[in-house]
């Protein structure tokens, strides 16, 4: 059988392997039916391809296309030294100065390796294998690792880190769901904090009942524990803090069981046919399950799920409830007086020593993005941390304390395209993790940091260092001779935002050069036109400090966190290290 090619007049590339196989026939049949294609297949098949033996090779040409070269130059700099530019085809040069001069210098890179050496042994070549009394779960949802590195520009240049970037032991979660490649919140939710992987918009339950089968979520044998009701069971302190609706997916994966997500009252229960007093709504869970009864801090936001519809809320917001019930006075009347419900940043911080639990929404549903927000009513994540703290400390009374924080808007800036917003509660959440780390023991609290999923948005191009994450590539001109961002999403809203519709069908892209694009509300241009951006399947980071924080090195299933923690902790009733090293938790 002979193989090889020719080309016809056509430009296409005739590459005959056998009679059953003509790339020429193929790619007329698919021209001829998507005639927007024919030029990309034609510059695919011509200029990408040799032909060896029958396989297609790739071409020098098709390299240097993949990787562009810049022409550096030294110009004169009115007496002050040389400088640097460089350009690329159509742009004009640019400026490029190195971020320290000594970083011209092989030395100064040795430097920070040996440096960087130093450290890695002197955290790593010393286990810490003692108990870990407390833990704490720091989740950033929707916090891909694009997501980390643009933030880290954001932070002041490429060389930041983020508090939680300096823990010792970093991993990969594998995060799809029981029955789906991208996951959700909800069926990560029931991995990292329940141990058992679920189906999609389902929460604390197992992969056995499906979205929105309430007699399935009625079932307690489908009922997934938390590692919230694990610690419980050892007498520790518990908690949880969101800045999104605290019967949002995330949080709830702390306390309910729900076939639905969006089952946050007792009004979307209904709205879906389905009967409340048979699959109970996650705010009722919050407030009458055996777990939310007894968790010591609830922060958040998501006044309207707990309120009736005939009330309103502090800031004249509606309530949602059908059933008339006040679940906030309800869950002031189970406690005791030391127990409060707060709606402020005053009132949250000026809670007293002898307060034995917290309930603060501080918003109707959601809180504001930290870009929004009133600091003088509102608290930030970190205050919510510091006042959190201390009650769980207080309360644990040597026991240790389990507390969840979820940095919830930076999912929701994604999903807009917003992609200043979602960095901006990125670093928000950082701010949480380092008050945390540097207010704890690393000798016996533990502290994950991971998402539960990642998002589309990449960060693309040939800018220079420190070029305006937010701004355009600063490198090279599009096909189009236009500036590209730098931040993209594969699909999402920002579509519509970024093209131009002519009258006559042709689409063009908008100059980003005459949009501001430091607006918070900018959404960054997309691929594919959607509502809302969709999440990613790629894989997302766990990093870990304190006892036992080895253990989330590597890469694993998602459903592995919880498991590990619980180790460290002491909450498994099958391997521990205290079953490992024949010790005892403290008794209750």
Known sequence: MK????????????????????????????SSRFPIHEMILQLLVVSAFALSDGLALPTRDAERRMHPVYTTTTTAAGGSGDRRSRSKRAMPQICFNPQKP?????????????????????????????????????????MSIPTITAGRVYLGGEEKQFAFEQFPYVGLSKTYCANMQVADSACTATAYLGGVKANY?????????????????????????????????????????????????????????????????????????????????????????????????????????????SAKDASGAPGSRLDGRN?????????????????????????????????????????????????????????????ALGILERQSAGRGFFLF??????????????????????????????????HSSVEDTLIVVTSDHSHTMSLAGYSSRKNDIFGINDGQLAADDLPYAT???????????????KEDGVIKRKNLR???????????????????????????????????????SGVYEQNFIPHGMAYASCLSDKRSMCLDGGISRRPR
């Open 3 to 30: 193989s090889g090619a020719t080309i016809n007049t056509s430009g296409l590339v005739r590459l005959a392997i056998s009679p059953k196989w003509n790339v020429e026939r193929a790619t007329t049949t698919f």
């Open 102 to 142: 000594e970083e011209e210098y092989a030395e100064y890179w040795r430097t920070l390796a040996q440096q960087t050496l130093d450290q890695q042994l002197e955290s790593k070549m010393r286990l810490n294998t003692k108990l870990a009394k407390n833990i704490m779960l720091f989740m950033g949802d929707g």
């Open 201 to 309: 918009g389902t929460v604390g339950v197992t992969a056995a009942v499906q979205m929105k089968d309430c007699q399935a979520q009625a079932n307690q044998a489908h009922h997934v524990a938390s590692i919230a009701a694990w610690a419980q069971r050892q007498g520790m302190a518990t908690g949880l803090i969101t800045t999104t609706s605290v019967t949002h997916a995330s949080p709830a994966g702390v306390y309910a069981h729900t076939a639905n997500r969006n089952w946050e009252s007792d009004a979307d229960v209904v709205a879906d046919n389905a009967d409340p007093t048979i699959c109970p709504d996650i705010a009722s869970q919050l407030i009458f399950g055996h777990v939310g009864q007894n968790l010591n801090v609830i922060l958040g936001g998501g006044r309207q799920n707990f309120l009736p519809k």
């Open 327 to 387: 679940l906030i006075e309800e869950w002031q009347r189970q406690h005791t007086n030391s127990a409060h419900f707060v709606q402020t940043r005053r009132e949250l911080l000026e809670l007293s020593n002898q307060t034995t639990r917290v309930l603060g929404l501080f918003a109707p549903y959601h809180m504001p993005y930290h870009l929004d927000s009133n600091p003088e009513e509102l608290p930030t994540l970190e205050e919510m941390v510091q006042a």
């Open 405 to 438: 924080v979820e940095g919830g808007r930076i999912d929701h800036g994604h999903h807009d395209t917003l992609a200043l917003r979602a960095i901006d509660e990125t670093a928000e959440f950082d701010k949480s993790v380092r008050w945390a780390r540097t």
């Open 487 to 501: 931040l993209s999403y594969a699909n999402g809203p920002g579509y519509n935002t970024n093209y131009l519709y």
């Open 514 to 552: 005459s949009i501001n694009m430091k607006n918070k509300d900018f959404m960054f241009p997309t691929a594919v036109p959607l509502e809302s951006e969709t999440h990613g399947g790629d894989d997302v980071a766990v990093f870990a400090s304190g006892p036992f924080a080895q253990l989330f």
